[in-house]
């Protein structure tokens, strides 16, 4: 089965411009989470959906960031304007249940 | 608030020998714990889930353990090999509200030939 696909890998920008990434999900998986890892760090939830509906953003930082999962399945998440302390990994992951979650392989973003 | 502490940031360890790796948490009890390794340049894949009423899981060479009175998890690798070198994280979920798993920093095991 194909994992999460994520893209760019790699973003390289200038303080206060705007990026976004996108994320398709294993098929079939209705939850999907957005992650921000910085380094030496563990991941932190941005962001959870369960198919269209948001579940949790408590954390997101929303004057910034946003995210949208529009008919359930690919996911974009923005940046608009981005700070230096942005830099970090962004990992979408996607879940059939409630325990098991499937990472896909992370866009890292340097702010200059 | 929810806390989740890994211990070691960095562990070496002799080819062949156990790896034992310690996750703690405080101010509050979840309903399960999981474990994941993360390879640098890629996400982290889910190795074993272990719930509030278990007390020990086993798959293979892993042995994770949940002792809910000393609000520890430990996870051991037997019979250790260099490809077992990577950064092993340990994730917590409340139980309560969203699916929200709070991750430990990782521990980053190295196995010496």
């Known amino acids: 089965e194909a994992g999460v696909a994520q893209s760019p890998r790699y973003k390289i920008i200038e303080k206060r411009q705007s990026v976004a990434f996108w994320c398709n999900p294993i098929s079939g998986h209705a939850t999907l989470y957005w992650y921000q890892q910085i380094l030496g760090q563990g991941p932190k939830l941005l962001i959870q959906?369960?198919?269209?509906?948001?579940?949790?953003d408590s954390q997101l930082p929303k004057d910034r960031f946003s995210a949208e999962r529009l008919k359930g399945v690919d996911s974009t998440l923005k940046i608009q304007p981005a700070k230096l302390e942005d830099s970090a990994v962004y990992l979408c992951?996607?879940?059939?249940?409630?325990?098991?979650?499937?990472f896909g392989p992370g866009t890292r973003l340097t702010v200059l | 608030s929810q806390k989740i502490e890994q211990n070691s940031e960095a562990l070496n360890i002799q080819e062949g020998k156990t790896a034992t790796l310690t996750c703690n948490y405080t101010?509050?009890?979840?309903?399960?714990l999981q474990w994941y390794r993360q390879d640098p340049g890629r996400g982290p894949v889910f190795l074993l889930l272990?719930?509030?009423?278990?007390k020990e899981k086993r798959k293979e060479r892993l042995k994770v353990t949940f002792d809910t009175t000393l609000k520890q998890s430990l996870f051991h690798i037997t019979a250790s090999q260099p490809a077992d070198s990577a950064t092993y994280l340990c994730a917590t979920y409340s139980g309560a509200g969203s699916y929200q798993l709070t991750f430990g920093k990782g521990t980053k095991l190295s196995v010496i030939p």
């Open positions: 959906f369960q198919n269209n509906g948001v579940v949790d």
């Open positions: 101010n509050y009890s979840p309903a399960y």
């Open positions: 992951a996607s879940s059939f249940t409630s325990t098991e979650q499937f």
């Open positions: 272990i719930r509030e009423n278990e």
